[in-house]
């Protein structure tokens, strides 16, 4: 079974300051995972994924986020948040081999201030 | 490129009314799924389908039907809608395959059943 606990369902931040929006996950086999973004309005695009090919991956916007085994966490990170970044945030897990079907976390709202 | 579309965008219901969410998508998925997104709850799975002819039941099935006669469409049909059926509803689509593909969605359908 697989599921996703994302710490925190708002977070807020300066802009400038680091972003870090939690996701830890629970997988009986290696998992892979996924961030998600959602802007006002729109639907979700996908920010970045791990693969099992490097722990630190990279998505677009500066984003990163850490494949961290031995925690069970997939974190996202930016080191300068930017007024732009504000939307909504999804973790998500799907079993490697598995279930065609990925589980969502609940979601972090990111709000920037000036 | 179109990817996912959604329509309508906006929709206001009368209770007991029936309608029907259609989605299309244009990347030859053979999976495609329909969410439903609540304030605090996240994405929810209502159905999913992994091929023309084949239909699933997600997490909240209760109150939407669904079919999928061409790999292209798959339409949410409410018989008889409720208050409780308010909400943001996703379609969204992915390669057939127990891989890492990522989802792609659309920009959303909003639903308010009064």
């Known amino acids: 079974a697989q599921s996703v606990t994302q710490l925190g369902s708002h977070v807020s931040v300066s802009e400038g300051a680091l972003v870090l929006l939690r996701c830890n996950y629970s997988?009986?086999?290696?998992?892979?995972l996924f961030w998600y973004v959602q802007y006002p309005n729109q639907g979700l695009q996908l920010l970045l994924k791990?693969?099992?090919?490097?722990?630190l991956v990279k998505g677009i916007n500066g984003f990163e986020a850490e494949f961290k085994k031995s925690e069970t966490s997939f974190h996202l990170t930016k080191p300068s948040a930017h007024m732009s970044d504000a939307a909504e945030y999804f973790c998500a897990v799907k079993e490697s081999g598995g279930s065609y079907i990925p589980t969502f976390g609940r979601g972090t709202s990111l709000i920037v201030h000036p | 490129n179109a990817g996912v579309t959604q329509t309508p965008k906006f929709q206001v219901l009368k209770t007991g009314q029936s309608m029907t969410l259609q989605c299309a998508q244009d990347m030859n998925h053979e999976y495609m799924s329909w969410y439903r997104q609540d304030p605090g709850m996240g994405l929810r799975l209502i159905h999913y389908?992994?091929?023309?002819?084949?239909?699933d039941q997600g997490e909240v099935p209760n109150g939407y039907n669904v079919s999928r006669s061409t790999t292209e469409d798959f339409p949410l049909r409410l018989l008889s809608a409720a208050p409780s059926q308010t909400s943001v509803y996703f379609c969204a689509s992915r390669n057939q395959d127990r891989g890492p593909g990522e989802l792609f969605f659309g920009e959303g359908s909003r639903l308010t059943v009064l």
């Open positions: 791990y693969t099992s090919a490097a722990t």
């Open positions: 997988s009986s086999v290696p998992p892979y």
């Open positions: 389908s992994v091929g023309a002819g084949i239909t």
